[in-house]
Nanobody, 127 residues
Framework: QVQLVESGGGLVQAGGSLRLSCAAS????????VGWFRQAPGKEREFLAA????????SYADSAKGRFTISRDNAKNTVYLQMNSLKPEDTAVYYC????????????????????WGQGTQVTVSS
């Protein structure tokens, strides 16, 4: 069992930056793929970025490409989402999710593929 806790959300002006963290506890996190998602009020949960266990493979949604960067520090059991050039439409609750891949190198784009979820952190971007 893995517990995930997101942090780093808050209120920022348009054009600003935030770095979200996803801290894992409970089991060794190093073999897990991790994804970041967000959900705005009245909208479906949206995939943003994913990273494999080593950090050597990443994937981004079009809405995140060029502005967001996913990375990880397995020594700290933490995955990050650096968000730059934020826009009001980025306002949402941001979630991280994880799935054990047994060091297979896989990552996943669909929320249904992930077994563990954090509670979310609110990001609000003002215009």
């Amino acid at each position: 069992q893995v517990q995930l806790v997101e942090s780093g959300g808050g209120l920022v002006q348009a054009g600003g930056s935030l770095r979200l963290s996803c801290a894992a506890s409970g089991r060794t996190f190093g073999s897990y793929a991790v994804g970041w998602f967000r959900q705005a009020p009245g909208k479906e949960r949206e995939f943003l970025a994913a990273i494999n266990w080593s950090g050597g493979r990443t994937s981004y949604a079009d809405s995140a490409k060029g502005r967001f960067t996913i990375s990880r520090d397995n020594a700290k059991n933490t995955v990050y989402l650096q968000m730059n050039s934020l826009k009001p439409e980025d306002t949402a609750v941001y979630y991280c999710a994880a799935r054990d891949t047994n060091y297979s190198g896989k990552y996943y784009l669909s929320a249904y593929e992930y077994a563990y979820w954090g509670q979310g952190t609110q990001v609000t971007v003002s215009s």
